[in-house]
């Protein structure tokens, strides 16, 4: 649903206020008015307009008046702002634009003249927001690498221009550099789906950007779970200075992280991740002020070793167990309200020397120090916002690849009798093992309820392509939410292995019901039962591509589930949802397009269903053979089988999910479904007595 964008009218004639929120109101904004510029101010702090629309000459306070106390308070630095007036002096259009005013409408004005200004300047500023937010994230294939190098245990280096300063040119100046990063991240990545990392980040960054812009902290870069931001020295600092802000800064925000925590346990009660906190590191020192890119769209960012410095005392913090590492440099400048604790001499990577680093343990209260909750600016949130999503696609993708270099070899350690680990689960016995993974029964430590784990089989030797199958698997099982398609209860990855959590089934599987004889009516309503599975996953724009009666479970109270979406693919949403080119499925079951190593389609799972409808009511397959090729070859040659006499109501049904050509098939499972109706209805009616 779009969020309606929210406009402020201040006028003091009361018709044409009126007249100005009906026509707004008539675009589809949400609109509130003032009487004055008095007004004005106490309703934009209370109604956070994204514009603003004022008449310029006002009893108590006027338009100017109203524009020049907004736009003092951070949270209306940036909110763009029409002028209504009669005035058409030069000087009042001049002294309007010193103030900050975005446009000027002269009266009288027509509707489609408001409309076209109230429009124009929101764009805008999406577009300016927009650009801030892309210019001031670091890039998605940078997060990626960042983050698949934790996961493998590589030291980090920062997606940064960390360059040296030898042959650029920009400002020189000495200024205190603060990281700060979310301890444990890569851990919660791996548990949290996507959605989730982008609200933990979003939640998370409000928290301790309060702290950051409260003591006029300049964020330079935000990368991912980490931020870094740079303190300058200030005019209206006096005794105060840049380095003892960005320590009370750095306290700020691991205050924060902290009462962070219970939010995160009160939104992800998954059991067994860490206990949320974050690590800061600050340095005072010579930097560079350098802009990098095109003309019109540099981007301003800071370089040398004061950033090296900040983001190597940053990644000390866990060792040292110390939230908030400074170097002595910082905390000689930051004066002696600052509180320290133990030191340490550290060797950084990329320098000669070592540097003394110290704990900070609190900081005094600056001499008419304001605290209290401030506003975070709108273009920062875009900026936030934006951070969050991409680095949730990176976390992911990160660990999506890192599983190429997993070389455990988990039948080695099987056939070693050693136990397998997976924290939260407690394995109990192996189940059944594919080509890719092994099932195990397992109990889930925090309630006892009995699932399946399904672990990758995950040697050196494995290729990419395996690997990957397995991932998808649980990306595209995540989505569906249907009675008859398997459960997944959890996925991520131990140090060894990568694992799915899904339900546990008592009932078997359709292959052993099959073996113990199906009368032709409980034939029919486990076909609609698969159906319906089939539907929804189709309808999600997923092909199954390998249904077969193994891959049907029954739950205990005889309910028919659809599992093992290893070779599913999710189709690229055209009308047919194809899937191209590679011979996918059991022979057994295969559809003739498929043996031919054409597209598979949704079609192509009816054919499969087929297959097994027949089967399950004459109690063997229709297609054998002495070989795979001579199988193959009686899907694609052979008609289609005849049902005996007694099953002659079926056999139309049949006809249309066994059509060679798929374009005589069963369109779709919802066509499967009301095929279905039809010869219940059908067979009801013939048992009926005359």
């Known amino acids: 649903m779009t969020v309606k964008k929210k406009i402020l009218v201040v006028e003091d004639e009361a018709s044409i206020r009126l007249n100005l929120t009906l026509m707004l109101k008539g675009e589809g904004y949400e609109v509130d008015s003032a009487e004055d510029g008095r007004a004005g101010i106490e309703h ?29 308070e951070q949270q209306f630095a940036d909110t763009p702002f029409i002028f209504l007036t009669a005035l058409n002096d030069r000087t009042s259009m001049r002294r309007g ?3 900050g005013a975005d446009d000027f409408l002269n009266k009288p004005f027509t509707r489609d003249e408001l409309i076209d200004a ?17 210019r001031m994230v670091a890039g998605n294939d940078e997060l990626k690498r960042w983050y698949r190098e934790s996961l493998a245990g590589a030291e980090r280096e920062r997606p940064l221009a960390f360059a040296e300063t030898a042959g650029m ?44 812009v409260r003591n006029g902290g300049r964020i330079a870069k935000l990368i991912g779970d980490g931020i870094m931001v740079v303190f300058e020295a200030r005019e209206e600092d006096g005794e105060d200075n840049h380095a003892r802000r960005a320590v009370r800064a750095g306290l700020g925000i691991v205050l924060a992280a902290n009462g962070f925590g219970e939010w995160f346990k009160q939104h992800f009660d998954l059991g067994g991740l860490p206990e949320f906190a974050t690590g800061v590191g600050i340095h005072t020192g010579d930097l560079m002020e350098v802009r990098i890119g095109p003309p019109g769209a540099e ?56 540097i003394e680093a110290m704990e900070v343990t609190g900081i005094g209260a600056a001499e008419g120090a304001e605290e209290g909750p401030i506003e975070v600016p709108d273009s920062l949130r875009a900026a936030l916002a934006e951070n969050a999503k991409m680095t949730a696609r990176a976390a992911k993708a990160a660990l999506s690849e890192t599983l190429r270099i997993i070389t455990s070899d988990l039948s080695r350690a099987l ?3 050693r136990p397998l680990q997976v924290k939260g689960y407690r394995v109990l016995s ?15 430590e925090s309630d006892g309820e009995q699932v399946a784990l399904k672990i990758l089989n995950a040697r050196p030797s494995d290729d990419k392509q395996l690997l990957q199958r397995f991932i998808q698997e649980s990306e595209l099982i995540s989505d569906i939410d249907h009675t008859n398609v398997v459960r997944i209860y959890d996925k991520g990855f131990t140090d060894e292995y990568a694992y799915i959590a899904m339900e546990y089934f008592t009932g078997g599987s359709l292959k052993d019901v099959i073996a113990q004889g199906l009368s032709p009516r409980q034939a029919l309503s486990l076909l609609a039962q698969a159906s319906a599975a089939l539907a929804e996953i189709h309808r999600l724009g997923i092909v199954h591509r ?5 891959n049907m479970m029954l739950r205990a109270d005889g309910t028919m589930v659809l599992t093992d979406f290893g070779i599913a693919k999710r189709s690229s949403g055209s009308m047919d949802r194809t899937v191209h080119g590679e011979f996918f499925g059991t022979p057994y079951y295969i559809s003739p397009e498929q043996a031919n190593g054409k597209q598979a389609t949704e079609r192509s799972d009816i054919y499969s269903l087929g297959i097994i409808f027949y089967e399950m009511l004459m109690n063997q397959r229709p297609f054998d053979g002495n070989s795979i090729v001579e199988l193959i070859s009686q899907h694609v040659h052979a008609p289609v089988p005849r049902l005996p006499e007694a099953l002659e109501d079926y056999q139309t049904l049949l006809d249309g999910m066994l059509a060679k050509d798929p374009l005589e098939r069963l369109q779709s499972a919802d066509d499967v479904l009301a095929a279905i109706d039809r010869v219940w209805t059908q067979v009801a009616l013939r048992a009926k007595p005359a």
Do not use: H
Not at 44 to 53: E, R
Not at 123 to 128: G, M
Not at 310 to 318: D, M
């Open 44 to 72: 934009a702090k209370s109604f956070a307009p994204d514009l603003i629309v004022s008449d310029v000459m006002m009893p108590e306070v006027d338009g100017f008046g109203m524009l020049e106390a907004l736009r003092s």
């Open 97 to 99: 634009m010193n103030l």
């Open 118 to 134: 109230v429009n124009s300047r929101l764009k805008k500023y999406e577009n300016a927001t927009r650009s801030l937010a892309e």
């Open 169 to 212: 040119t920009g400002k020189m100046t000495v200024a205190t550099v603060l990281f700060a990063d979310v301890r444990n991240f890569t851990t919660y990545s791996e548990r949290l789906t996507a959605g989730q990392i982008a609200e933990l980040l979003n939640a998370y960054f409000e928290a301790v950007c309060q702290p950051i």
């Open 299 to 354: 981007d301003l960012t800071v370089v040398g070793d004061s950033v090296n410095v900040a983001s190597r005392l940053e990644g000390q913090t866990k060792e040292l167990g110390w939230p908030v590492v400074a170097s002595a440099a910082a905390i000689s400048m930051a004066g002696s309200l600052v509180s320290t604790g133990e030191s340490r001499l550290l060797e950084l990577r990329g320098r000669n020397a070592p």
């Open 415 to 417: 056939a070693a009798g």
């Open 430 to 444: 192996k189940i059944g093992e594919g080509g890719m993974s092994n099932v195990f029964l397992a109990d889930r």
């Open 546 to 550: 390998d249904v077969k009666p193994a």
